[in-house]
């Protein structure tokens, strides 16, 4: 019974096989269409173009050591427009710097870098590239700094007596949050096609419409570090400076009044810490005043809300904002 059963269905199995493969063949054309690159050849491909501009770059030509290229990883990049990867490369040279150094003395140092490749991933083009994060490997040129800081002193340095409608420099003296000091200039032009095209090309936003001692300060530019100076020219750098109040508390020690014949009213107080300060009032400030003896008198203990000028280590109190209130007993500030 089973192998007369095995007769029928056989050759049937064999039929439908046959018709199968003669409609699958007549179906579909054949596929003549080049597969596109997997995400993991167009990975290589970037790799592969990161790594020779470093060894073509002006960095690499000049002084990079042969075989110390190396690759490290690769990060997502967070450029959202299209697929990106940044490439992660060490390598060495035989002088400390970036660029072509011809003609500087330079130390006989082997020196360890770091380059971050950016590469578009779907034309495999580079998108930006530098190197120890202070050096734009495309451009040849030192990456813009960012610094921030209370102004301590500076302003125009244009010479007097020269022509009114020059370009004015300005330089500041500031002293970062990091503690050290650096300079920072930017140039004022006059009405003209080049000051216009020069002046678009930074933003320039000051607190009260002019930079000031004691003000905070945020700079992005170019340093030059010959000069210690971040220099604000290029597109994209910028200064902004701002103003952060400042509450103290202490025994009042000490009132100078007319203070530099201007008619100020400088208060020294000592503060719960053991520390001075001094407290400035304009004889036309427009300051809240609430004394609890109708006038200042050493012994007072002074609660002063105003400007805080380090270079002078002064509370300056001037603005609507600003308050100065005294008491015949010690307070905290929350009171």
């Known amino acids: 019974m089973y192998k007369k059963a095995l007769k029928y269905v056989l050759p049937l199995i064999l039929a439908f096989s046959i018709l199968s493969l003669v409609l699958s063949g007549c179906g ?7 597969p596109s690159p997997s995400p993991t050849e167009n990975e290589q ?45 060490d390598f060495q040279t035989a002088h400390p710097g970036h660029g072509d150094r011809t003609g500087l003395v330079l130390a006989q140092v082997i020196t360890n870098h770091q380059a971050e490749i950016t590469v578009n991933l779907e034309n495999i083009t580079i998108v930006s590239a530098s190197c120890d994060n202070t ?3 495309l451009d040849d040129k030192d990456l813009p700094v960012t610094i921030h800081g209370v102004v301590i ?3 125009d340095t244009t010479q007097p007596g020269g022509p009114l409608d020059a370009p004015r420099k300005f330089v500041y003296l500031v002293l970062t949050d990091e503690g050290y000091f650096i300079n920072v200039s930017y ?49 994209g750098d910028f200064i902004t400076t701002a103003v952060r109040k400042t509450a103290v508390l202490g025994a009042v020690v000490s009132i100078e009044k007319d203070a530099d014949k201007t008619g100020q ?39 002063a809300v105003g400007n ?19 008491y015949d007993h010690r307070v905290k500030l929350g009171e």
């Open 308 to 326: 805080y000028d380090r270079s002078t280590n002064t509370v300056r109190v001037d603005g609507p904002d600003d308050m100065i209130k005294t």
């Open 153 to 155: 002193s500076g302003g």
């Open 28 to 34: 579909n054309s054949p596929d003549t269409s080049t």
């Open 45 to 89: 491909a970037a790799k592969l173009l990161a790594q020779n501009f470093i060894e073509n770059s002006s960095t690499f030509k000049f002084d990079g050591i042969e075989g110390r290229v190396k690759f490290i990883e690769m990060k997502p990049s967070p450029i959202s427009a299209y697929r990106s990867g940044i490439f992660v490369f």
């Open 135 to 137: 050096w734009d490997m």
């Open 265 to 303: 009213t400088i208060y020294e107080l000592l503060r719960d810490d053991g520390t001075f300060i001094n407290i400035s009032l304009s004889p036309d400030a427009a300051a809240a005043q609430s004394l609890y003896n109708q006038a200042v008198r050493v012994g007072d203990y002074m609660k």
């Open 187 to 235: 140039t004022a032009y006059p009405p003209s096609p080049a000051g216009d095209a020069a002046r678009e090309k930074i933003t320039l936003d000051f607190y009260n419409g002019q930079i000031e001692v004691g003000q905070e300060i945020t700079v992005r530019g170019t340093l030059d570090k010959a000069s210690n100076t971040v220099i604000v020219a290029e597109q």
